[in-house]
């Protein structure tokens, strides 16, 4: 860690043995410390395009472009770049067999419900949900003049099946189509949202 060592260290010190499935706490605080360098290579690049593009953007658009871009970045490195800091650490498992992927609907959620660990079914069935929560927030209004409900579905789905594949190529977790509908569903979630609030902003 580049950021966050301090703290996780601190985590471990005084809760690691007392919070059950605190690698997943582990994985948030990596994923966040990775987010932050990228975030600011970003930024710098951001920076620079803005100087050089002759239109002005207004701060509020500006922003809501670097948020989406945060947690665009958040969203792969906590569910596709796991094992890896840097580019140059990335390897492929192009010999994983294909038996791998689970192509049944719900099976392995089911597994999950009847399983011994209630956070393992949490975790994979609203915590697929709720991730993809804020990309149908920010992403119809980073994209509004182009940002349907159609093409910011066809987007969330596309999103969702490179971060799975990615995760089948780099074996970096399960790759499950009933992630693909849960995220969906929080991305449909999202949406509502975003269009809830929009209406309520014009009718005032």
């Known amino acids: 860690m580049l950021f966050l060592e301090p703290i996780y260290f601190y985590l471990v010190r005084n809760y690691a043995t007392t919070i059950n499935h605190f690698a997943l706490i582990k994985l948030a605080l990596v994923a966040l410390d990775k987010t932050i360098f990228y975030f600011l290579i970003f930024a710098i690049g951001r920076l620079i395009w803005l100087l050089c593009i002759r239109h002005r953007r207004t701060i509020r658009s500006e922003a809501g472009v670097w ?17 890896s800091y840097f580019p140059w650490q990335i390897s492929l498992d192009l010999n994983r067999p294909l038996n ?21 079914f949490l975790y994979n069935s609203f915590g697929n ?60 979630l999202g949406y509502v949202i975003y269009k809830t609030f929009s209406r309520i902003k014009n009718i005032c």
Not at 67 to 78: G, K, N, P
Not at 150 to 177: H, Y
Request: aromatic residues 16%.
């Open 100 to 120: 791998q992927i689970n192509l049944v609907f719900m099976k392995e959620t089911w597994k999950l419900i009847y399983g011994q660990s209630r956070i393992d």
């Open 67 to 83: 948020i989406w871009a945060f947690y665009l970045i958040l969203l792969f490195m906590f569910t596709t770049f796991r094992k």
């Open 129 to 188: 949900v709720l991730c993809f929560v804020p990309i149908g927030i920010l992403t119809p209004i980073v994209f509004s003049k182009k940002m349907n409900f159609i093409r910011t579905l066809v987007f969330g789905i596309g999103l969702s099946l490179i971060i799975e594949s990615l995760q089948f190529v780099l074996d970096t977790g399960v790759t499950d189509i009933d992630d693909v509908f849960f995220n969906t569903c929080g991305l449909i």
